[in-house]
């Protein structure tokens, strides 16, 4: 069966306890015709308790991505950043796309993620500077 929705699109729950809320696709299951949403202040988050296994690993409640009918979900357009029915075309590069009906915009519903802080790397000192600088060091 054809689906609109992906992993990774942004969403809005269009029905359920959740209505009205944007979530991102965490997985489809095709099988059964249920996403995985994912995202802060849903009430379809299932809590888990788990025993610490080792003395390293902390044990405690923890939550997973729900899951909602495929039915209950909309994209949502990153051009008009409203929710939108897909509808599909032959984009310029002879590739089938999905597109916002509302608007006619390429369906691109990812939103720009931040680009995350990189460790900062230890500085070494090269083989070649340690004797010259213990030779400073000496007079």
């Known amino acids: 069966m054809k689906y609109s929705v ?25 099988e059964t015709g249920r996403v995985l949403v994912e995202g802060d202040d849903l009430n379809t988050v299932n809590t888990k308790a788990v025993k610490a296994r080792k003395a390293s690993e902390k044990g405690g409640l ?17 051009a008009c950043n409203k929710p939108t029915r897909v509808g599909y075309r032959i984009g310029e590069d002879g590739k089938r796309e999905r597109y916002c009906v509302k608007c006619k915009a390429t369906l691109v519903t990812k939103k720009a993620t931040a680009k995350k802080a990189t460790k900062a790397k230890a500085t ?16």
């Open 124 to 139: 070494r000192r090269k083989k070649s500077d340690a004797p010259a600088e213990a030779e400073k060091s000496a007079e």
């Open 6 to 30: 992906k992993k990774d699109d942004y969403v809005m729950i269009i029905a359920g306890k959740d209505k009205g809320k944007t979530a991102r696709v965490g997985a489809v299951n095709r």
């Open 62 to 78: 923890i939550k997973q991505p729900g899951s909602v009918d495929i039915s209950n979900v909309m994209p949502i357009c990153s």
